[in-house]
């Protein structure tokens, strides 16, 4: 299968680039996948459009402040984008510069803290806090909100909240799980009160999800890898729910990544490690009955995931109702439905 076919033009001005003022405020456009027929929605409207017993399933990862700025101890400037912590003192990351720093030179940050470049793991560099505050402290003080590359501004004040859902708990994600983000404490509330559960996995979120797809032939393309966890409490849950006749819906790509890594012949285990999975048409489902997710890159892995849930032809022709119909795109935009 080719990447080509995944291909879309989007207006440039349809790229969200803040979020709206109330996070349930979103449109969702509502899809059938096996009819192929397709609706206008509002978010607010999901409790209406879902049945009590079914299960939504969230990630419940935290985005950190994974984007820093400093300089190399020759003076030229560094950008570095966390990848991932890895202990108390070493983290791993992008480095963007004139000429990449070589192991053992320092980068200085803004406020005189320092890294040590230690070594070198594939595109990605190891570096190590040798002073006495933990890498997350480093990242509080003076790290900022790793917003993607097609929002272009500067990260605010306003992105500390708003990219980050409110169910955030477990911290280490460096991209949000951007369906999550259309939902508010009020319909939370409102769903739990309409016999709609929650259920809730954790994967960090790598900034490797913005990679684009570089061959043509997706069997060549090699995923890049992101810690997840999907926990008993959860698996039992799910049991219940399907037992009483209840759907699961993912949020996100990144819950259906999770969930499909962890499952077996149509069930599903407590699992905690990396996955790799690469999930394009004609991959089998194993467990979800449907998924909430934002509108995707052309070309991206998350598209081809979702083209693979719904069909490669549905998914095209929702796309254009939605650029047709002035629907907002990517990380800040509205979202799908698909069941």
């Known amino acids: 299968m080719n990447r080509s076919k995944f291909s879309y033009h989007l207006p440039p001005q349809l790229i969200a680039q803040y979020p709206l003022k109330d996070r349930a405020d979103s449109r969702l456009l509502c899809l059938n996948r096996a009819s192929g027929e397709y609706k206008d929605a509002g978010f607010k409207n999901l409790v209406q459009l879902l049945r009590p017993g079914d299960l939504l399933v969230f990630n419940d990862t935290r985005v950190i402040p994974?984007?820093?700025?400093?300089?190399?101890?020759?003076?030229?400037?560094?950008?570095?984008?966390?990848?991932?912590?890895?202990?108390?003192?070493?983290?791993?990351?992008?480095?963007?510069?004139?000429?990449?720093?070589?192991?053992g030179s320092k980068i200085i940050l803004e406020g005189g803290d320092s890294f040590v470049?230690?070594?070198?793991?594939?595109?990605?560099?190891?570096?190590g806090h040798k002073g006495e505050a933990a890498v997350g402290e480093v990242l509080d003080k003076y790290g900022?909100?790793?917003?993607?590359?097609?929002?272009?501004?500067?990260?605010?004040?306003?992105?500390?909240?708003?990219?980050?859902?409110?169910?955030?708990?477990?911290?280490?994600?460096?991209?949000?799980?951007?369906?999550?983000?259309?939902?508010?404490?009020?319909?939370?509330?409102?769903?739990?009160?309409?016999?709609?559960?929650?259920?809730?996995?954790?994967?960090?979120?790598?900034?490797?999800?913005?990679?684009?797809?570089?061959?043509?032939?997706?069997e060549e393309h090699v995923m890049h890898k992101e810690w997840f966890s999907v926990g008993d409490v959860l698996c039992r849950q799910l049991v219940r729910v399907k037992e009483k006749g209840g759907r699961l819906i993912a949020v996100g790509t990144t819950v259906i990544r999770c969930l499909e890594s962890a499952a077996r012949d149509g069930k599903i285990s407590p699992m905690t490690g990396e996955t790799d999975i690469f999930?394009?048409?004609?991959?089998?489902?194993?467990?979800?009955?449907?998924?909430?997710?934002?509108?995707?890159?052309?070309?991206?892995?998350?598209?081809?995931?979702?083209?693979?849930?719904?069909?490669?032809?549905?998914?095209?022709?929702?796309?254009?109702?939605?650029?047709?119909?002035?629907?907002?795109?990517?990380?800040y935009g509205d979202a799908m439905l698909i069941l």
């Open 66 to 103: 994974a984007r820093l700025y400093g300089f190399k101890d020759t003076g030229g400037k560094v950008e570095i984008l966390v990848e991932r912590v890895l202990g108390e003192h070493r983290l791993l990351a992008q480095l963007r510069a004139s000429k990449k720093p070589r192991q």
């Open 117 to 127: 470049v230690e070594g070198r793991e594939g595109e990605f560099f190891v570096l």
């Open 144 to 218: 900022h909100i790793p917003l993607p590359p097609y929002i272009q501004r500067n990260d605010e004040d306003i992105d500390r909240n708003r990219y980050q859902t409110v169910y955030a708990k477990y911290p280490g994600a460096v991209a949000a799980p951007t369906a999550g983000l259309h939902f508010s404490d009020t319909l939370l509330a409102e769903l739990k009160q309409n016999q709609i559960e929650s259920g809730f996995v954790t994967l960090h979120v790598g900034a490797g999800t913005f990679q684009p797809v570089r061959c043509e032939a997706l």
């Open 279 to 331: 999930i394009y048409p004609g991959y089998q489902f194993q467990v979800i009955d449907g998924m909430i997710t934002n509108f995707h890159l052309p070309e991206s892995t998350l598209l081809m995931l979702v083209c693979a849930f719904a069909g490669t032809g549905n998914i095209f022709r929702a796309y254009e109702h939605a650029i047709s119909a002035g629907y907002r795109f990517f990380s």
